[in-house]
């Protein structure tokens, strides 16, 4: 039986599908903790925790982008130095980290995908917060930190942007959403395996160290997103209105174009994620969304009655 894995942030949207995925290895032992189990900002915990593991995969996070802007120092106090409590227990104990980031480190002027290798420049306190996390793996596990930058993440197991358009479905006869921010949908279950293939690849010696992208292939925008997801869950995607994002204001400013290069996953004999329509289909097809789908469907039947 193989050493075991650990997960941090365990409980959140990606950690459960990290979790799920895992347990499909009989191979593989693994230990989920959520975040009233370990505190990443306590390195005393955090050496106790990583203790006797091969593999950890985080997963925690302070994900409130709006909120970081409101307490820069408690959003970097877990992305910045949190993430460096986890990546020295890793160098102490010669643990491979998977470190799960965000295409926010990047200030979102580019007309072309960002590259792995691409100078960063958050726009905001999330992604500063963030890309301090990143130098904390590259500078203490040059050879065991893998840095996989997700981005515009959906799935069953928290708030996501999916799940709230299928909610809204049922309550408006129409949406306006977002058309001038450009990003990459990915599914939490599809970013879950391909963690999970980078870990064993790790073990393997076949994976270098480094950054990769875990975005879906494609591009798209809020309103294609969410047209998108109307037309898959049987709804009439007309019922979408794109609008600009000074309609919505925010605390934290959005990069305008979050698009993502998927080039070192060839490093690694790994494919990049599937295209962006595939996974929302597939996810859309799950069992863990058809009960939003079914809502949604009869929800807006009543609305138009």
Request: glycine share 10%; with cysteine; proline share 6%.
């Amino acid at each position: 039986m193989s050493a075991g894995w650990l997960v941090t942030g365990a409980r959140g949207l990606l950690g459960q599908d990290v979790l799920a995925e895992l347990a499909t290895r009989p191979d593989t032992v693994v230990t989920g903790l959520g975040r009233d189990q370990l505190d990443v900002t306590d390195p005393v915990a955090v050496r106790a925790a990583v203790t006797g593991h091969r593999v950890v995969v985080n997963c925690a996070a302070w994900t409130d982008v709006d909120g970081a802007e409101r307490s820069e120092a408690a959003a970097t106090a877990v992305n910045g130095t949190g993430v460096r409590h986890l990546a020295e227990a890793c160098a102490g104990s010669g643990a491979v980290l998977l470190h799960v980031s965000t295409d926010y480190v990047f200030p979102g002027d580019s007309r072309r995908p960002y590259p792995e290798d691409a100078p960063t420049g958050p726009v905001n306190a999330y992604g500063r917060s963030k890309a301090a996390g990143e130098r904390a793996v590259a500078e203490l596990l040059p050879h065991t930190g893998y840095i996989v930058r997700t981005a515009w993440l959906y799935g069953a197991h928290g708030p996501n942007f999916v799940a709230r358009m299928l909610e809204l479905a049922g309550r408006r006869e129409t949406l306006d959403v977002v058309a001038d921010q450009h990003g990459q949908p990915t599914w939490s279950r599809a970013l879950a395996r391909q963690l999970a293939a980078l870990g064993r690849a790790a073990l393997a010696g076949r994976a270098p160290a480094g950054i990769y992208h875990g975005t879906a292939a494609g591009r798209t925008t809020w309103y294609g997103l969410a047209s998108e997801t109307f037309r898959l869950a049987g709804l009439d995607p007309e019922r979408i209105r794109p609008v600009g994002s000074e309609k919505f204001p925010r605390p934290a400013a959005r990069p305008a174009f979050g698009v993502l290069g998927h080039g070192n996953w060839a490093r690694c004999g790994l494919v990049p994620l599937p295209r962006w329509e595939d996974q929302l289909a597939a996810a859309l097809a799950a069992p863990s969304f058809a009960a939003l789908v079914v809502a949604a469907r009869a929800n807006s039947a009543r609305l138009s009655a």
